[in-house]
């Protein structure tokens, strides 16, 4: 059948399986929302106030149910809105397609209306982007695009779309997953598809020799220690992780991107590693003698000074990128491959090991979090899990980012919702709706937030509220920029340069104005009865903790310091 560019892209969305884009509509996409409205019966797109949160929503729709997310953006200002969330999808292996319009091709370097090169600006924040020049070429363009941001280590793509290209009208062929992956496969093999059949019978003879040597460390290891990421979650290796822990007899420690992959109250579990870590964590790490490291990329603030990160261990560092193999960590030995695969072959090769005494030390160092303040984030989010168990969480960055890491008790995958690698403020509402949004049980959400971080995406509630989309956005109000905040205290003299937050709104009624239920509570029981009611509404509303200025995340170490070397505690 013939169609314009702007029709097959719709078409080519729900041969995807797409039920749900976010976006802004704008000149340069008019006919893409025109397709859109003609085939809303078969996909719902979901318009938010600002492109960056349609942004961010498609990466929380993405984080939360596994599936590639999709955001549409006009030219110029509206593609270069998305920069940010492009970034944070980046930094974090999150499978989102961004499609933008554009001028028509006539018009482009004459400096015209709206015109950007955003396929230029992103290049070095996405994992392949595209400018679709020819109509013909478009459908292909589009299932590659799916293809290349799911498959090996997930990332976003950008399929610019000049206006020309979308009123061009070509013939359009659909075609099933069935057809698409032999030839895709073919055509990206750096995609890093999970390997079947003959392809992993090959995989296995090659990888062969290293699984043996590794199987060779941890049964000479007396100290192994377990460190798990992002990988695990994103190859769905939870499992496989939680065995080879059992069998090496090992404790394990997290990144903040790897929490849930292992339930919170596993025994074997020490909590999350680096600045803001567990004593038991970070002291773990510099005891262990071998260093299973599976599914990270060794970030600054989980080393601390590298020099002298893991001193005593041999590493064995698995993982699906090449790029991050012995990048910010020497290896003693490395393997290539999808985690979940690695996992299985090197299980079938390891007996079971028994490290009663290092298992013991190891535990021991488990923090006792008893305290006698009235009204702290810990019990805060210690009422949360006490209430609703099972609610997604997520946060935007700041303070209330690490205390959520350290606090609530994680238990399942794809459980937090965060900016771990860009570190966005700003991320949390957009990417709350986006989460919720893809629950078809309409479950709440819960947006953990700060009141400087909740300025820069409050005006997301005119979407949630239209929407009816059920966040329950929970605001840590200390009335400053609570971690910049930290830092000064710590490192600047007591110099509070630019971070208190001696203004408005009043977010209460603010949510008000969104025709949004809301409450101000000051102590742990008004907060239970604040949130019950919220979880039992099952809708959207916001809530807000009025703490401490100066409330402090604790532990610390400072950056550029061994991880074992607090500064707080």
Not at 22 to 44: K, N, S
Not at 128 to 136: D, G
Not at 163 to 171: G, H, L, N, S
Not at 226 to 238: E, K, P, R, T
């Amino acid at each position: 059948m013939k169609l314009n560019g702007a029709e097959i892209l719709i078409e080519c969305l729900i041969e995807q399986g797409v039920g749900t884009v976010f976006g802004f509509p704008g000149g340069a996409v008019l006919p893409i929302y025109d397709a859109l409205y003609q085939r809303q019966d078969r996909i719902h797109h979901v318009l938010t106030a600002h492109e960056q949160h349609a942004g961010h929503a498609a990466d929380g729709y993405a984080r939360a149910s596994g599936k590639t997310g999709v955001c549409i953006a006009t030219s110029g200002p509206g593609a270069t809105n998305l920069v940010t969330p492009i970034a944070t999808a980046y930094m974090d292996s999150t499978p989102v397609v961004f499609i933008t319009g554009n001028v028509p091709q006539s018009l482009m370097g004459t400096d015209s209306f709206q015109e950007a090169d955003i396929s230029g600006i992103t290049m070095p924040i996405t994992k392949h982007n595209y400018m679709v020049t020819r109509v013909e070429r478009l459908a292909d363009t589009l299932r590659e695009a799916f293809f290349i941001a799911s498959n090996g280590r997930p990332g976003p793509v950008l399929v610019d779309i000049p206006k020309d290209v979308q009123i061009a009208e070509t013939e359009y062929t659909p075609l099933s997953g069935e057809e698409l992956i032999p030839r895709l496969s073919m055509k990206h093999p750096t995609a890093q598809l999970r390997p079947e059949g003959e392809a992993l019978e090959r995989y296995k003879v090659k990888a062969e020799p290293r699984l043996e040597q590794a199987a060779q460390l941890i049964a000479e290891a007396h100290c192994p220690l377990i460190y798990c990421g992002g990988g695990v979650i994103l190859s769905g290796a939870q499992a496989q992780l939680q065995e080879l822990a059992e069998r090496a007899d090992a404790p394990i420690v997290s990144t903040l991107m790897g929490l849930g992959a292992v339930p919170a109250d596993n025994p074997r579990m020490l909590g999350m590693l680096g600045m803001h870590g567990t004593h038991a964590a970070n002291i773990a790490m510099q005891r262990c003698d071998l260093l299973i490291a599976v599914g990270v990329r060794f970030s600054d603030r989980a080393l601390g000074k590298a020099e002298t990160f893991a001193p005593g261990a041999k590493v064995l560092h698995i993982d699906i990128d090449r790029a991050e193999i012995n990048k910010n960590v020497s290896t003693t030995l490395h393997i290539t491959g999808d985690a979940r695969i690695v996992l299985e072959l090197l299980l079938s090769r390891v007996s079971q090991k028994h490290h009663e005494q290092w298992m013991q030390q190891a535990c021991s160092m488990m923090e006792n979090y008893l305290s006698d303040e009235l009204f702290e984030p810990r019990k805060i989010l210690g009422a949360m899990a006490s209430i609703a168990p099972q609610i997604t969480v997520a946060t935007d960055v700041g303070q209330h980012q690490m205390w959520t890491a350290q606090y609530f008790p994680f238990k399942r995958v794809r459980q937090l919702i965060t900016s771990g690698g860009l570190g966005t403020m700003g991320f949390g509402l957009g990417a709350a709706m986006g989460a919720a949004t893809s629950d078809p049980e309409k479950k709440p959400v819960v947006l953990v937030t700060g009141d400087g971080s909740f300025r820069m995406n409050l005006t997301e509630l005119s979407t949630i509220a239209y929407y009816h989309i059920p966040v329950i956005v929970v605001i840590f109000n200390n009335g400053t920029l609570g971690m910049v905040r930290q830092w000064q205290t710590l490192f600047f003299g007591h110099r509070y340069s630019q971070t208190t937050l001696d203004r408005g709104p009043d977010f209460l009624k603010l949510a008000d104005a969104y025709g949004l239920p809301a409450e101000r509570v000051s102590n742990l029981a008004a907060f239970s009865a604040a949130f019950e009611k919220a979880v039992q509404r099952g809708g959207p509303c916001l809530i807000e903790c009025l703490l401490d200025i100066d409330e402090m995340v604790a532990p610390m170490v400072a950056p550029g310091s061994p991880i074992d070397s607090f500064c707080l505690n």
